[in-house]
């Protein structure tokens, strides 16, 4: 059946309570399983494996997946096959509640690959797991005390869309109430999808192979799939056949420039888009075929070793990106992010105007049996927020009086998030993140961890608010009882720590020796690289070198500088163009600035997967009910979320293997 709503009109003009009456009587679908045994377990296991993907996404991209649909669609497989295990039904509510808590648990990964990674970095050591664990949980609980209130204004009064709960809610109803084969199809091409992607990555798993191999097979030496797509080229290089590529006298492997066949990296570019993959190109192409090349042949960019005259310099991706090109991409991507969100002065007019506008006679609430009781916000907030002060006084050594004054700044910063959120879908934490970084770094300049923490904060909360909303928004269209889907949100932070801090101090953390180098030099390698911890250190180290009262010279080079005024200004303008187009201006200003930190090879592969999608989306779009459509277009994010699971997940095993086994 259609899911039922009010007219633009009604929206208007009833009251919350005549709204709230006719969503009880009309919705509500009372006593109908929820947050049973079975959709907690199952939502919980969901969000782990959710949850070490978007970790292992993000440390490479910089940004995490939304995972809604996804999370419906393998959820509502497992409950498909239990049932025909002879277990009863699921109900439509419970498949809801699964995938709320997977949500939740797949976004728990964020701060861990910005605010805290850069954190560490600065610090030169891993960061205690416990007070990670502990940190992150107490923010993203905040985040739901400080959420629920607005939830009665922005979904229940207002009806705003949350476009990707909406979408979730939309394919929940279509999934239950018309053809059982639809989403049974959608499944079966996310598993088949994660089986090839996964048995690829184990074929070219090195640590795989070596260790079957070599430990159990006891072969003297190991073979694996190269990830190299140019592999081929170089063993004629070898053999004298052809010559080695150069841009300014430097063989372009010392550059990056080099294909790889990362199957993770194209699923994430069809989910991405053709537009901002374009420009993520962009800034690949300009920085490391154009830019670096000139910066290297003017001496700029300096190799680490040998001559370019002798031939034999040693540059490397991380040299170049430390030494040089970071500055202009990170100021790049903090522009375009900033004029993005002070660009729409609606957001923060419509974000406060239901709190200072005129106020009615406080409606009845009708809601009340299920709603979560306001009074658990309003003296939860205060607590929570003094308990998450208490840890960054106690264990990141931030001062008591920064640690207190950022709590009205959460609840302002998640206020504004969530409006946008409820409006375009978009979550702008990594811009708001700014806001706190750039105020307590100028506070307390001589101490970085204040700027970075207090960012933590506040990112956190509002990320986590805005992300609870999307999740509440369809259960709010299915009927769903609201108080049981914020216990569901508290259970998918739970998972999604569990999951992913272990796993963060497992893949990149273990083995550190400080005697061999940094733990940044430690946790960046050739192909994972952390850009939003990158962004994130960047700028506290802006911030501490300008207001520290030292000379940024001494951090920036004069060629580095007029790269950021250039990089600045060009972001300034494209951003200005994005939003005065409404969006078909062609060029993505943080995307570029993405393209710059992202390793060549994942960028490429992003653009190819982007490509391949949007290919095929103009060859089957007007072709309904055709194979072609019903797999490239209809099923289109399953197919993407099923490679990118196979891919991560097998390849998160390799380094797994490398780390404790080898």
Not at 29 to 57: C, H, K
Not at 263 to 270: K, N, P, R, W, Y
Not at 645 to 653: F, N, T
């Amino acid at each position: 059946m259609a899911i039922k709503s009010l007219t633009d009109d009604q929206v208007r003009n009833w009251t919350r309570e005549q709204k709230d009456r006719w969503w009880l009587t009309e919705v509500f679908r009372g006593d109908m399983p929820q947050l049973t045994l079975r959709s907690g377990v199952t939502g919980f296991l969901l969000g782990g494996v959710l949850s070490a993907t978007n970790l292992y996404i993000g440390a490479k991209t910089g940004w995490t997946l939304g995972v809604g649909i996804t999370s419906v669609i393998l959820a509502f497989a497992v409950f498909r096959v239990l049932s025909r295990l002879g277990l009863r039904e699921m109900t439509i509510l419970e498949n809801n509640c699964s995938q709320s808590i997977a949500t939740a648990s797949g976004y728990m990964t964020s701060p861990l690959i910005a605010g805290m990674a850069a954190y560490m970095w600065i610090e030169n050591k891993p960061m205690n797991w416990v007070h990670m664990l502990c940190f992150n949980v107490v923010l993203s609980i905040l985040g739901v005390l400080v959420a629920f209130p607005m939830k009665r204004r922005f979904i229940n009064d207002e009806q705003q869309p949350f476009p990707e709960g909406r979408a979730a809610g939309t394919v929940l109803d279509t999934l239950y109430n018309s053809d059982a084969t639809t989403g049974l199809f959608k499944a079966k091409a996310l598993g088949i999808s994660a089986v090839i992607t996964g048995a690829h990555a184990f074929i070219s798993g090195e640590s795989y192979q070596k260790f079957i191999q070599e430990k159990l097979l006891g072969f003297k030496e190991s073979w694996h799939l190269t990830h190299y797509l140019d592999q081929w080229y170089y063993t004629l290089v070898a053999k004298g056949v052809v010559p080695v590529p150069q841009l300014a006298g430097v063989d372009i492997r010392q550059l990056a420039l080099r294909p790889e066949a990362d199957l993770a990296m194209f699923g994430a570019g069809a989910l991405m888009g053709i537009k901002s993959a374009c420009s993520l190109l962009l800034g690949m192409v300009v920085n490391f075929v154009v830019i670096v090349p000139v910066m290297i042949a003017s001496g700029e960019i300096k190799p680490t070793a040998g001559a370019i005259a002798a031939g034999d310099a040693v540059f490397g991706r991380s040299h170049i990106m430390n030494s040089w090109a970071l500055w202009w991409g990170i100021t790049m991507m903090v522009v375009a992010s900033m004029v993005s969100l002070f660009a729409k002065p609606g957001v923060f007019i419509e974000a406060f105007r239901g709190f200072f506008g005129k106020k009615k006679d406080a409606p009845t609430d009708v809601l009340r049996d299920i709603e979560l009781p306001l009074w658990v916000s309003w003296v939860g907030v205060p607590i929570v927020g003094v308990i998450g002060a208490w840890m960054a006084k106690a264990w990141f050594g931030v001062d008591w009086v920064y640690g207190l004054s950022s709590i009205p700044l959460i609840s302002l910063l998640a206020l504004i998030a969530v409006s946008s959120t409820a409006l375009t879908g978009t979550t702008p934490g990594g811009s708001l993140s700014k806001i706190p970084q750039f105020t307590y770094g100028a506070l307390n300049p001589n101490h970085p961890p204040t700027n970075l923490m207090t960012a933590v904060m506040c990112s956190e909360v509002a990320t986590n608010s805005s992300n609870l909303l999307m999740d509440i928004k369809p259960g709010y269209m299915l009927g769903a009882k609201p108080r049981q889907q914020a216990i569901g949100h508290v259970i998918g932070i739970m998972a999604g720590c569990m999951a992913s801090t272990p796993l963060f101090f497992a893949l990149f953390t273990k083995g550190f020796d400080p005697e061999k180098g940094t733990l940044q030099q430690h946790m960046v390698t050739e192909s994972i690289t952390f850009p939003a911890a990158l962004q994130w250190k960047g700028v506290s180290d802006l911030v501490t070198s300008v207001f520290g009262g030292e000379s940024t010279t001494v951090l920036l080079t004069n060629s580095i500088l007029w790269s950021m005024v250039i990089a600045g200004v060009v972001a300034l303008i494209f951003e200005v163009l994005r939003i005065a187009t409404k969006g078909r201006f062609p060029i993505t200003p943080l995307a570029i600035g993405l393209g710059v930190v992202v390793p060549p090879a994942s960028t490429l592969a992003m653009f190819l997967g982007a490509l391949f999608f949007w290919s095929m989306h103009k060859v089957y779009a007007n072709r309904k009910n055709t194979v072609g459509w019903k797999l490239w277009v209809d099923t289109h994010e399953p197919i993407c979320a099923g490679i990118i699971a196979g891919a991560a997940l097998v390849s998160i095993g390799d380094l797994l293997v490398k780390a404790f086994l080898l």
